[in-house]
């Protein structure tokens, strides 16, 4: 029995000869197959460049510190738990680029997945909660397993890039958010704090991107660049840094070298 007479038995069933299809109909039945067939595009995210491999540390808070000179500086003290181990060295050949994978911070090991510990195990290192990667240009002088100590990275009076999570703020107005003034208390305002208009009318019809409003503030990572090394404590395992760092007491720190272009990175 053939697919037509099938069809007509069947009530409400039309069927045509592909050969019968119309200019449009086949038009968009090729650009559908055509576009099943491609992938959809990843987004490749690059990482800048550092001006040299760097470690990571816990802020402790922020204290006053006195020069020899009588001078009062306000520092960010940092101190350094278990870790900064190298847990794995990136190159071109094997992941097509240069870069330095160091673990911080000891735990227990039931506190990790397997395949971190997999992952850990065969650079021989201990369990570790963070896991941070720093591009370079070179990495010949590092190995797995190898322990990243501050005093023979950095010295005292270099500048350094710290970067960390900033403290959550929750849901703010544009006051606190944006540092807007306030409305009239007095003379019959009704308006004090709230955020005022948005935007026009028919036109343009909509509110502009990127127009400040009230939403969620802080949690957010943030890097401040060329603070100063004042002192390092090798006893007390800390490290005083001139002015303020992201984050509360106990957050995480990344501290590397101050990148200067021209000095330490390229230009390009």
């Not at 023979?152 to 944006?178: A, N």
């Not at 800390?238 to 501290?255: D, S, T, W």
Request: aromatic content about 6%.
């Amino acid at each position: 029995m053939s697919i037509m007479s099938i069809c007509s038995a069947i009530s409400g069933c039309y069927w045509r000869s592909p050969d019968l299809f119309s200019n449009r109909e086949s038009k968009s039945f090729l650009k559908l197959k055509a576009g099943s067939s491609r992938r959809p595009r990843r987004a490749v995210v690059t990482m800048s460049m550092e001006a040299g491999v760097g470690v990571m540390g816990t802020k402790l808070g922020m204290m006053s510190y006195f020069q020899a000179n009588g001078e009062v500086v306000p520092v960010t003290v940092v101190g350094f738990k278990e870790g900064n181990i190298v847990t794995q060295v990136k190159t071109e050949a094997t992941d097509g680029y240069s870069a330095v994978q160091v673990g911080y911070q000891r735990v227990r090991e039931r506190k990790l997945t397997k395949p971190e510990m997999g992952h850990l195990q065969k650079a021989g290192a201990i369990s570790m909660r963070h896991l941070q990667e720093f591009r370079l240009l070179s990495v010949d002088a590092f190995q797995p397993n190898q322990r990243l100590v501050f005093d023979q990275i950095f010295q005292e009076g270099d500048l350094v890039d710290v970067s960390g999570t900033t403290i959550g703020k929750g849901f703010q107005g544009g006051i606190k958010r944006h540092n807007f003034k306030r409305g009239l208390m007095t003379h019959g305002s009704k308006s004090h704090r709230q955020l005022g208009s948005i935007g026009a009318g028919t036109t343009p019809g909509r509110v502009y991107k990127g127009k400040k409003m009230p939403g969620r503030m802080g949690g957010t990572k943030r890097k401040i660049r060329k603070l100063k090394i004042v002192k390092i404590d090798k006893d007390l395992n800390v490290v005083m840094i001139k002015g303020a760092v992201p984050g509360k007491p106990g957050n995480l720190l990344r501290i590397t070298p101050a990148k200067i272009v021209g000095k330490n990175i390229p230009k390009s």
